[in-house]
């Protein structure tokens, strides 16, 4: 049974690794700033999850009993890789470097996070009066 378990987890672990492998790859050679960010966000969220996996088995396995440090980190990866992928997309669409080759909206104001007002305008905060 020992000898099926540490199979199952060994091809786990090389799964595992080949999500990071392909991941970091795809950051080297994905062509724009938008590509390179999906890359890594899926492979680390995927590669690590199957990591940290396969070490709560084999913790299982030995006998040293379950480990929920490991649980708490795959939940804290699972949550933080797509709102971090979320806010670099953002910034990078506000520093309009696109070549404006996003797709149209369909509406007639611009995309939801950019402002109609001028480059050199200065934000202005709601009063507390309303």
Aim: glycine share 10%.
């Amino acid at each position: 049974m020992t000898v099926a378990l540490d199979i199952i987890l060994s091809i786990l672990l090389v799964v595992g690794g080949l999500f990071g492998l392909i991941g970091s790859y795809g950051l080297i050679r994905l062509k724009d700033r938008m590509q390179r960010l999906h890359a890594p966000t899926k492979a680390s969220t995927v590669g690590l999850g199957t990591a940290l996996l396969v070490s709560m088995f084999h913790g299982l396995m030995i006998g040293t009993g379950f480990s929920w440090q490991e649980v708490l980190v795959m939940i804290f990866i699972f949550v933080t890789a797509p709102i971090t992928a979320n806010y670099l997309a953002k910034v990078h669409l506000h520093s309009r470097h696109y070549d404006g080759q996003t797709p149209q909206t369909g509406v007639s104001t611009d995309w939801a996070t950019f402002d109609q007002t001028p480059e050199d305008a200065e934000p202005q905060l709601p009063s507390r009066d309303s």
